[in-house]
């Protein structure tokens, strides 16, 4: 089994920043990509960012350069630093990892951070 956990959210004012940290730890060979997702209360999940296990690095055109996403494969952990936070930012962040285990491949996902930008 594995387990993702996820640390850093919290209560922001708008143009602040935020890191988000994300642990992955269990029955772990490899981590192929991991990613941050966010969800809104009434929205889809949607992509964040992502990278792989070769630092290849997707953000969503809503990131416009605000986030940095980064991992460090020999702790098998990920982070997402959040600049200039904006109101619509607001969400449950979780992470997602692609992990190669003794079982073969599988996704799994965190139990989600809270992200709260308000004044």
């Known amino acids: 089994q594995v387990q993702l956990v996820e640390s850093g959210g919290g209560l922001v004012q708008p143009g602040g920043s935020l890191r988000l940290s994300c642990a992955a730890s269990g029955d772990i060979f490899s981590i192929n990509v991991m990613g941050w997702y966010r969800q809104a209360p009434g929205k889809q999940r949607e992509l964040v960012a992502s990278?792989?296990?070769?630092?290849?690095?997707n953000y969503a055109d809503f990131v416009m350069g605000r986030f940095t996403i980064s991992r460090d494969n020999a702790n098998n952990t990920m982070y997402l630093v959040m600049n200039s936070l904006k109101p619509e930012d607001t969400a449950v962040y979780f992470c997602?990892?692609?992990?190669?285990?003794?079982?073969?491949?599988?996704?799994?996902w965190g139990q989600g951070t809270q992200v709260t930008v308000s004044s």
């Open positions: 997602n990892a692609v992990v190669i285990s003794r079982v073969g491949l599988s996704g799994y």
């Open positions: 990278i792989t296990s070769r630092r290849i690095i």
